[in-house]
């Protein structure tokens, strides 16, 4: 006769099951894969036979595993040691400090091989501080690495520094004019200073070493052990396919789905991937889309519970900490910023981004499109709607990626139609006191206006956008609850804050449904698969400003232990 009785309890706490009543339980019953049993104490105990592990949670607090909407799990795996040189905040203070570490790279290189590092951030290096003008520039890495060439993508991945050798591999001078969607900075002479920004960074990015499929696949499970030290087990991959450069970050698209198709095949996938293609790069066309889509086909899966291609990402519009978000108002220091598509005109840019939504749409693919300004959110939002209205689909749930100063109307729109908007409040803890000089107090205060999605009948759906941030959900909820600064701790926009069950929402059961799993998935209830997360206190009642030093205990993927602390 089978054993019946469940392979894991955990009792005796404060689970949190994030269901419609956002009801809290004692205790959760495993058997196999999914969860058995939810209830009190008592419940569980009784359900519990001669193999059954009991974790005795004293108090302490079960959420469900916790998912992760926006993150690339392959370039964080990627751009992170020993795959490439960590140039960020706190690992480095200055320019001197980054140089420092290229030169010590360069020493230890073949002769004329690429150095690579990711992270820096103008608003914590030393010089910049001092000088609010100062950029990065070649100059600064050139006496380190004269016949190296140098590659330092920024935290945003938005922006890449490089040093002459370089620009000079790459072809980049005076003469070079920067592709569309794309800036590349100049001295006072015309000259590049090392500077490329957005689509200006493929320049240089597409002439990196391509990993290989077993270092991807070594990156990618890397980066899995360390979500599973932090509770996390789904995330969104958000942007494999030939629109991605051939980067070390980035990646070959053929290659990241490989490596990621290898691990779900051979048992060694221990999370649950939901991944978008991205068929066309920043600053292309309609045409790249289809180009695009028509060559990747809609990749198969092992097991789409474990990966699954389940959309398209477009970029609509760069980000505004650079000025490129395309803005209704300008920046302090002038410009709008503009789209970041095909087209030698706003106009033309516009019409192209709706024929780019709607054949995206007409495929029958979910839409993430990257856009961050009020002013190109409200296109893609209009152009959202019209391809709806051309080609009627009854659950299309398309989301707006980022959508940092996204309007009433268009979180209206929005609702109305059941699509998204997937927001990073943990970048908004970063770049909070930065923003209030780029675009004044009062704008930067409303940015990610998560209060107001939630008012409107949105499913906010929150994630860290790794590796521009640390995937660290309990950064993210602190910084919903609170909207205070890194930098300095000021408050910015107290008014957007929102309550702990609609930031839990937003890292459960919220990004269940962006990846249309939420029957099977995103809160601990009866039937779903047992993904949770075990917290090393209680969670309800805990001073949000201790919310980023709770510990996870242990983590359970598809019902089996895959972390203890």
Same mark, same amino acid.
């Given at each position: 006769?089978?054993?019946?009785?469940?392979?894991?309890?955990?009792?005796?706490?404060?689970?949190?099951?994030?269901?419609?009543?956002?009801?809290?339980?004692?205790?959760?019953?495993?058997?196999?894969? +999914?969860?058995?049993?939810?209830?009190?104490?008592?419940?569980?105990?009784?359900?519990?036979?001669?193999?059954?592990?009991?974790?005795?949670?004293?108090?302490?607090?079960?959420?469900?595993?916790?998912?992760?909407?926006?993150?690339?799990?392959?370039?964080?795996?990627?751009?992170?040691?020993?795959?490439?040189?960590?140039?960020?905040?706190?690992?480095?203070?200055?320019?001197?400090?980054?140089?420092?570490?290229?030169?010590?790279?360069?020493?230890?290189?073949?002769? &004329?091989?690429?150095?690579?590092?990711?992270?820096?951030?103008?608003?914590?290096?030393? +010089?910049?501080?001092?000088?609010?003008?100062?950029?990065?520039?070649?100059?600064?890495?050139?006496?380190?690495?004269?016949?190296?060439?140098?590659?330092?993508?920024?935290?945003?991945?938005?922006?890449?520094?490089?040093?002459?050798? #370089?620009?000079?591999?790459?072809?980049?001078?005076?003469?070079?004019?920067?592709?569309?969607?794309?800036?590349?900075?100049?001295?006072?002479?015309?000259?590049?200073?090392?500077?490329?920004?957005?689509? #200006?960074?493929?320049?240089?990015?597409?002439?990196?070493?391509?990993?290989?499929?077993?270092?991807?696949?070594?990156?990618? $499970?890397?980066?899995? #052990?360390?979500?599973?030290?932090?509770?996390?087990?789904?995330?969104?991959?958000?942007?494999?396919?030939?629109?991605?450069?051939?980067?070390?970050?980035?990646?070959?698209?053929?290659?990241?789905?490989?490596?990621?198709?290898?691990?779900?095949?051979? &048992?060694?996938?221990?999370?649950?991937?939901?991944?978008?293609?991205?068929?066309?790069?920043?600053?292309?066309?309609?045409?790249?889309?289809?180009?695009?889509?028509?060559?990747?086909?809609?990749?198969?899966?092992?097991?789409?519970?474990?990966?699954?291609?389940?959309?398209?990402?477009?970029?609509?519009?760069?980000?505004?900490?650079?000025?490129?978000?395309?803005?209704?108002?300008?920046?302090?220091?002038?410009?709008?910023?503009?789209?970041?598509?095909?087209?030698?005109?706003?106009?033309?840019?516009?019409?192209?981004?709706?024929?780019?939504?709607?054949?995206?749409?007409?495929?029958?693919?979910?839409?993430?499109?990257?856009?961050?300004?009020? $002013?190109?959110?409200?296109?893609?939002?209009?152009?959202?709607?019209?391809?709806?209205?051309?080609?009627?689909? =009854?659950?299309?749930?398309?989301?707006?990626?980022?959508?940092?100063?996204?309007?009433?109307?268009?979180?209206?729109?929005?609702?109305?139609?059941?699509?998204?908007?997937?927001?990073? =409040?943990?970048?908004?803890?970063?770049?909070?006191?930065?923003?209030?000089?780029?675009?004044?107090?009062?704008?930067?205060?409303?940015?990610?206006?998560?209060? *107001? #999605?939630?008012?409107?009948?949105?499913?906010?759906?929150?994630? *860290?956008?790794?590796?521009?941030? +640390?995937?660290?959900?309990?950064?993210?909820?602190?910084?919903?609850?609170?909207?205070?600064?890194?930098?300095?701790?000021?408050?910015?926009?107290?008014?957007?804050?929102?309550?702990?069950?609609?930031?839990?929402?937003?890292?459960?059961?919220?990004?269940?449904?962006?990846?249309?799993?939420? +029957?099977?998935?995103?809160?601990?209830?009866?039937?779903?698969?047992?993904?949770?997360?075990?917290?090393?206190?209680?969670?309800?009642?805990?001073?949000?400003?201790?919310?980023?030093?709770?510990?996870?205990?242990?983590?359970?993927?598809?019902?089996?232990?895959?972390?203890?602390?």
């Amino acid at each position: 006769m089978s054993d019946t009785s469940p392979s894991l309890v955990l009792t005796g706490g404060q689970v949190i099951t994030v269901d419609a009543g956002f009801s809290v339980a004692e205790g959760v019953a495993v058997r196999g894969r +999914e969860i058995v049993a939810v209830g009190t104490d008592a419940e569980m105990r009784a359900l519990a036979g001669p193999t059954t592990r009991i974790v005795e949670l004293a108090g302490r607090t079960v959420l469900p595993g916790i998912n992760d909407s926006h993150l690339h799990g392959a370039a964080y795996g990627l751009g992170r040691p020993p795959f490439a040189l960590d140039v960020g905040h706190p690992t480095v203070g200055s320019i001197a400090d980054i140089a420092g570490a290229v030169g010590a790279a360069a020493r230890a290189a073949a002769p &004329g091989e690429w150095i690579v590092g990711l992270g820096w951030d103008a608003g914590y290096l030393a +010089e910049c501080l001092a000088d609010p003008g100062r950029l990065p520039h070649r100059a600064d890495l050139d006496a380190m690495a004269p016949d190296h060439p140098v590659c330092l993508t920024d935290f945003s991945q938005h922006m890449v520094w490089a040093n002459s050798a #370089a620009l000079r591999r790459c072809g980049i001078d005076a003469d070079t004019n920067a592709p569309d969607g794309g800036v590349i900075d100049r001295d006072a002479d015309g000259r590049p200073t090392g500077i490329l920004r957005e689509a #200006a960074g493929v320049l240089l990015q597409a002439a990196l070493p391509s990993p290989t499929v077993a270092q991807r696949r070594q990156a990618i $499970r890397n980066v899995v #052990a360390e979500l599973h030290t932090r509770g996390i087990t789904s995330y969104t991959e958000p942007g494999l396919g030939p629109g991605g450069s051939e980067t070390l970050f980035g990646g070959l698209s053929t290659d990241n789905w490989t490596a990621y198709a290898d691990l779900a095949v051979t &048992g060694g996938l221990h999370a649950r991937v939901s991944v978008l293609l991205l068929p066309a790069p920043m600053g292309g066309s309609a045409d790249d889309v289809r180009k695009g889509l028509a060559e990747l086909h809609r990749p198969e899966s092992a097991d789409p519970r474990l990966l699954n291609a389940i959309g398209v990402k477009i970029f609509a519009d760069g980000v505004p900490p650079n000025r490129t978000a395309w803005m209704n108002e300008a920046y302090l220091d002038g410009g709008h910023g503009s789209l970041c598509v095909h087209g030698r005109t706003p106009e033309l840019q516009v019409d192209e981004l709706f024929d780019m939504i709607r054949v995206a749409h007409e495929a029958g693919y979910q839409l993430g499109v990257h856009v961050t300004g009020d $002013r190109a959110i409200d296109i893609v939002v209009d152009a959202f709607l019209a391809a709806q209205k051309a080609a009627p689909r =009854p659950d299309a749930r398309h989301y707006v990626i980022h959508g940092d100063f996204i309007g009433a109307d268009s979180l209206g729109r929005l609702a109305t139609q059941g699509y998204g908007v997937n927001m990073n =409040p943990a970048i908004k803890w970063t770049i909070s006191d930065l923003m209030a000089e780029v675009v004044g107090t009062e704008r930067s205060a409303y940015q990610w206006p998560a209060r *107001s #999605a939630f008012d409107a009948g949105v499913a906010v759906c929150a994630s *860290s956008d790794a590796p521009i941030t +640390e995937p660290d959900w309990r950064q993210g909820v602190a910084g919903m609850l609170l909207r205070e600064s890194k930098a300095s701790g000021r408050v910015s926009g107290p008014e957007q804050r929102v309550e702990l069950a609609e930031a839990l929402r937003a890292y459960t059961i919220n990004p269940a449904r962006q990846d249309f799993a939420e +029957e099977w998935k995103g809160s601990v209830e009866v039937g779903k698969v047992a993904d949770l997360c075990v917290l090393d206190r209680p969670l309800l009642d805990v001073d949000p400003r201790d919310i980023t030093r709770i510990q996870v205990d242990m983590t359970v993927f598809d019902g089996g232990v895959v972390f203890e602390r």
